[in-house]
């Protein structure tokens, strides 16, 4: 099987996939595909993903683009070892989980922490968007005590893990993690795991 997966070792997208890749044990291609930097896009990268967005993936000529499709057919596709619990309330927290780290926690502790601390000219994020990522944060926690994320790898646990990595690389996201114990305790627990200095970018702390 040929896997080639286009993105950045910075993206905490393209590294929820990479994470997926690596429990699998399963050998890829990274191409990079700076969207940020016209340069450093491939050429008729529009094939590949027609809103110019990252990560995509090619599997034996197969392209599919964006995350959760992407890693919902790594599963079908390559199901031992699977991702996703067989017990469906926790099956179902895991997917709770990854749609709040898409739609409430990914913009505030990324772009709105993270992005403008460490990338730009150390900005403090406003209250608007420190109050979004707590609440965000709390959701996470409940969901995780729920059981929706363990030790154990699922898809949860690749999607949140790469977003706390670059929140708690900066002071102000270390400082709302503090805040919601029992997500530390998780977080603090696999932030070093094997998986995540296989994938650890140089542009994060973890």
């Known amino acids: 099987m040929r896997i080639t997966l286009f993105g950045t070792p910075d993206s905490v997208y393209t590294r929820i996939i990479r994470l997926i890749l690596d429990f699998k ?98 900005t403090m994020p406003t209250p608007e968007t420190l109050a979004q990522a707590e609440v965000a944060l709390r959701a996470l926690q409940e969901l995780v005590c729920e059981g929706g994320v363990g030790l154990s790898p699922n898809l949860a646990w690749c999607y949140l893990a790469p977003v706390l990595a670059v929140a708690d690389s900066v002071s102000a996201g270390s400082e709302l993690i503090d805040r919601v114990p029992a997500l530390k305790e998780w977080w603090h627990s696999i932030r070093n795991a094997p998986a995540m200095l296989r994938t650890r970018s140089p542009e994060s702390d973890y």
Do not use: C, K
């Open 25 to 122: 044990n399963i050998s890829h291609d990274i191409v990079m595909a700076d969207i940020f930097d016209g340069r450093g896009v491939p050429n008729e990268y529009e094939r590949l993903h027609p809103f110019r967005r990252i990560p995509s993936i090619e599997i034996d000529g197969t392209v599919v683009y964006e995350t959760d499709a992407i890693a919902h057919y790594l599963e079908a596709l390559l199901p031992d070892p699977s991702l996703i619990p067989a017990d469906p309330r926790a099956a179902v927290r895991m997917r709770q989980i990854m749609r709040v780290v898409d739609n409430y926690a990914y913009r505030p502790l990324v772009w709105g922490i993270y992005v403008p601390r460490w990338w730009r000219d150390g």
